[in-house]
């Protein structure tokens, strides 16, 4: 969901392992650059860049069943799902499930739907509301909800930032309700993808704020809508929260998305540096794509492996995209013609 070059821990606490799972980048990079780069390519060749390992054999063996089928038409998916995939390191808890299991959340939980705005929200339904449960009967209501929660039969080639966002508040009313059933299904797509290192996020800041939005209640005065928070103390916890959060910022060792990176100042000093300090990208094409509409040559992909910086495949909020972590291999390695190693 960030949409700028961030460290990609910032209000989010990874809900399945440790923040240094960068330990697990050279298992899981297969398509991703940095340590098997020629040197000769890399411009900070000697400033943070790795020298260049040897190929195993078993990517050996995979880049030569690989490279004759990289360029049929359609990708070969079987083989991206059953490629060996670390893991997914940046992924939203609320954003990776599929619209069809949040309906159903939805439907289990007798929540009801606000037909005007497709959102979720609290029984009992009154006026202008029907019954999620109704979504199992209703295709076409079933089908209209996986349209906004989602960014399925989105036009493609128009932004799609605005209706991107807007389907976490459509279904927040299910995903605040569901998070041990939402990781269980997130487990359960490491299985089916062939990852061994499952990792989410959650913004526990999230559920102070919205229990301090209650407690506040609304003003139509602003001013005095601040005062209210500051006078009770109420802001003091939020506070300490963020400032832990910067602490945390300062020790950073992955960034999420980072496709401005050749928009920035001095961005070749950035990506020096980036590389050196042995700094992953985590880059999620899918959602790049459509929210900002960054692809292919438009994408900085290239840029980070040619400076040499890891750079790891991720999802994002794979059920809001509807795609997974095995498309996102087969479209790198399709559009930039990767191997095995990268
Ligand atoms: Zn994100």
């Given at each position: 969901m960030h949409r700028r070059f961030v460290p990609a821990a910032r209000g989010t606490t990874n809900a399945l392992s440790p923040p240094t799972a960068l330990a697990a980048l050279s298992a899981l990079a297969?398509?991703?650059?940095?340590?098997?780069?020629?040197?000769?390519?890399?411009?900070?060749?000697?400033?943070g860049a790795p020298a260049p390992r040897e190929v195993t054999a078993a990517e050996a063996r995979t880049d030569a069943y690989l490279n004759p089928v990289r360029d049929r038409p359609g990708p070969p998916r079987d083989f991206f799902v059953r490629?060996?995939?670390?893991?997914?390191?940046?992924?939203h808890l609320s954003g990776a499930v599929s619209a069809e299991y949040l309906i159903e959340l939805a439907a289990e939980g007798g929540l009801c739907i606000d037909t005007a705005t497709t959102t979720a929200v609290t029984p009992p339904c009154g006026p202008g509301t029907r019954p999620a449960a109704d979504a199992r009967t209703d295709r076409a209501f079933h089908d209209a909800l996986v349209r906004a929660w989602s960014m399925e039969g989105f036009p493609p080639g128009q932004s799609g930032h605005d209706h991107f966002f807007a389907t976490f508040g459509k279904f927040g009313e299910v995903t605040w309700r569901h998070r041990g059933r939402m990781l269980a299904e997130v487990a359960d797509d490491v299985v089916r993808q062939n990852q061994f290192h499952p990792e989410t996020m959650v913004a526990p800041a999230s559920d102070g704020a919205r229990r301090l939005a209650d407690e506040v209640g609304r003003d139509d005065d602003l001013a005095a809508l601040h005062r209210k928070p500051v006078a009770g103390g109420k802001l003091d916890e939020p506070v300490a929260e963020a400032r832990k959060e910067a602490v945390g910022a300062a020790r950073t060792e992955r960034a999420g998305h980072g496709v401005d990176l050749v928009h920035e100042d001095d961005w070749q000093q950035t990506a020096r540096t980036t590389a050196a300090r042995r700094i992953a990208v985590e880059v999620p094409f899918t959602s790049n794509a459509q929210i900002l509409g960054g692809k292919g040559a438009d994408h900085p992909f290239t840029v980070y492996r040619r400076y040499g910086v890891p750079v790891v495949l991720a999802t994002d909020d794979p059920g809001v995209s509807r795609t997974g972590i095995s498309h996102e291999y087969a479209y790198a390695a399709a559009a930039y013609g990767l191997g095995c190693p990268g």
């Open positions: 297969v398509l991703s650059a940095g340590s098997v780069t020629p040197a000769a390519a890399q411009p900070a060749a000697g400033q490629l060996p995939k670390g893991g997914d390191l940046h992924n």
